[in-house]
């Protein structure tokens, strides 16, 4: 995942421990946005585009993630997986509170 300036140039570049099937881009404070990446092997990593180093979000799933959304406060992420099944996951516990297969 790279990140260019908008006169094209390289400003960042973050290496991921798979590949990227979903991305999510979070608002935040002038040059603290975020983006949520989905990866192949089921973990979700955050990204902040003044941080070097990606943020595991300790959420790991059993599939590959499609599709991801943060609530509003930031406490809980809604995950659909390559099987389509759908999963809510407590960010603070790190836990499923609630799964539709």
């Not at 421990?17 to 979070?26: E, L």
């Not at 955050?46 to 979000?57: C, H, K, S, Y």
């Not at 407590?90 to 509170?97: A, E, L, M, P, R």
Request: negative net charge; proline residues 3%.
């Amino acid at each position: 995942m790279a990140l260019h300036n908008f006169k094209g140039k390289r400003v960042r570049e973050w290496i991921l421990d798979d590949t990227i099937c979903c991305a999510n881009i979070n608002s935040g404070p002038n040059e603290c946005e975020s983006i949520h990446l989905g990866l192949a092997n089921g973990s979700i990593q955050n990204i902040f585009i003044d941080n070097m180093f990606p943020v595991d979000l300790a959420v790991y799933h059993s599939s590959a993630i499609q599709r991801l959304e943060m609530n509003p406060n930031k406490s809980k992420i809604a995950v659909i997986d390559d099987e389509d099944r759908f999963f809510l996951y407590d960010i603070s516990t790190k836990g499923t509170c609630v799964s539709h297969r």
